[in-house]
């Protein structure tokens, strides 16, 4: 059955003209390859059991099971990228590596051990019939996929699916959806400024986690936990999950996976030993990371902690390239007036002010003023203030008292 993953002529055109226009047909090409290689994994599932009676029906049954919920994600996928053109939905647009993080692996479906193992626990929760219960799966991950991806075209309709998935997955005893679920709708609460609400969703995420035996996300929860923590100034809890995090990360079978959230663990260990007064620490363990080859969401965050580790020790010439390497990644990854530019133009402000150079400093500044004060919660932007004390101490440093009171 080639024909069960939906990637029809008219959904690739309207996912061309939709949230990846920005990112030109590479994107879509790479869908096409995503296409192509599902198809090849169906005919293999297959024929291991029709054409060369290599394994049973019951392993096939579960893998196909498995590749009808990767279709399911995908569908949701596609369809959501597609619509955002449709509707003419005001998103930024999706970057390359946010694509590749959605695209399931392929290769997960080839486990049939872990998969009878997750089959038989959710078939022991459960008094539905296997094939009830597999069409809910299916669902249940399309609709959670639906959530991220409007989450990460920034739009405000994420919650409904996400609140369909988690509807799913409680009426079908599916704790593995049901942590997925309430781990997008963590992210949403803490985009909306609710912090100790999405910290409350994301424990409930992990205890599903656990329930699913999913090693895989408790470590990427836990981890999610100590950023949120630090993000926080609770220090001690941010310590508290990184050890929940080295106690499970040694259970991935993923090496490359493993490899990679321990790179994104070291961020959040530098950060905290920033947060310590240890910058040397902080300096030596990012310096060791391979940032050039990180996800764009993790490279922000590595680059924004060195910028900051250098300049602690005083290397100010590697602090200011860093930032500035910093301001070109976000502005492509979110526009020239995002908000979160505004952040970077204040680091290379300071770094100017500690330089001597008040107007170059007062240029990023008043540039970075601009952005926060034409933003939608500009009233209450607690960067409003950052910005007027480093614009005050950029006119004191040019002699401008009366402006540097003001």
Not at 339 to 347: E, F, G, I, Q, R
Request: proline letters at 3%; charged letters at 30%.
């Amino acid at each position: 059955d080639d024909d069960a993953l939906q990637w029809s002529a008219s959904t690739r055109d309207a996912v061309r003209t939709g949230a990846l226009a920005a990112t030109g047909d590479a994107a879509v090409l790479a869908l096409d390859r995503y296409a192509e290689a599902y198809g090849a994994k169906r005919r293999e599932v297959c024929e291991a059991t029709r054409v060369l009676g290599e394994q049973s029906d019951e392993a096939m049954g579960l893998r196909m099971a498995c590749l009808d919920r990767i279709a399911g994600r995908f569908a949701g996928l596609t369809d959501e990228l597609g619509r955002a053109a449709q509707a003419s939905v005001d998103a930024r647009p999706l970057q390359p590596d946010e694509l590749d993080a959605q695209l399931p692996a392929l290769d997960g479906c080839d486990d049939v051990e872990t998969l009878t193992k997750l089959s038989n626990r959710h078939a022991a929760r459960s008094s539905r019939s296997n094939a009830e219960q597999d069409r809910a799966w299916t669902l249940a991950v399309e609709q959670v996929e639906r959530a991220l991806v409007r989450r990460r075209l920034g739009r405000d309709d994420a919650r409904e699916p996400a609140e369909r998935a988690v509807a799913l997955a409680t009426d079908h005893d599916l704790p593995g959806v049901h942590a997925r679920a309430l781990s997008v709708l963590a992210d949403l609460e803490l985009d909306a400024g609710r912090g100790p609400e999405a910290e409350r969703l994301r424990r409930e995420a992990v205890r599903f986690a656990v329930a699913d035996g999913n090693d895989d996300a408790v470590v990427y929860l836990v981890l999610d936990e100590a950023d949120a923590a630090l993000q926080g100034d609770r220090v001690d809890e941010a310590e508290l999950h990184l050890g929940y995090f080295d106690a499970f990360v040694d259970r991935m079978t993923d090496a490359s996976a493993r490899a990679d959230v321990t790179a994104r663990a070291e961020i959040v260990r530098a950060r905290l030993a920033l947060v310590r007064g240890d910058a040397q620490d902080a300096h030596r363990r990012l310096s060791a990371l391979p940032i050039d080859a990180m996800s764009e969401l993790d490279r922000r965050a590595a680059w924004m902690a060195l910028g900051a580790a250098a300049r602690a020790i005083g290397r100010d010439d590697e602090a200011l390239a860093t930032w500035t390497r910093l301001l070109g990644l976000v502005e492509a990854m979110r526009g020239a007036d995002h908000p979160d530019v505004a952040a970077v133009l204040n680091n290379l402000a300071l770094v100017h002010l500690d330089a001597g150079d008040p107007a170059a400093a007062r240029t990023l500044l008043q540039r970075a003023e601009a952005i926060v004060t034409a933003g939608p919660d500009a009233e209450h932007d607690p960067m409003r203030a950052t910005l007027a004390t480093n614009l005050g101490w950029a006119a004191r440093l040019e002699h401008r008292t009366d402006d540097a009171r003001t």
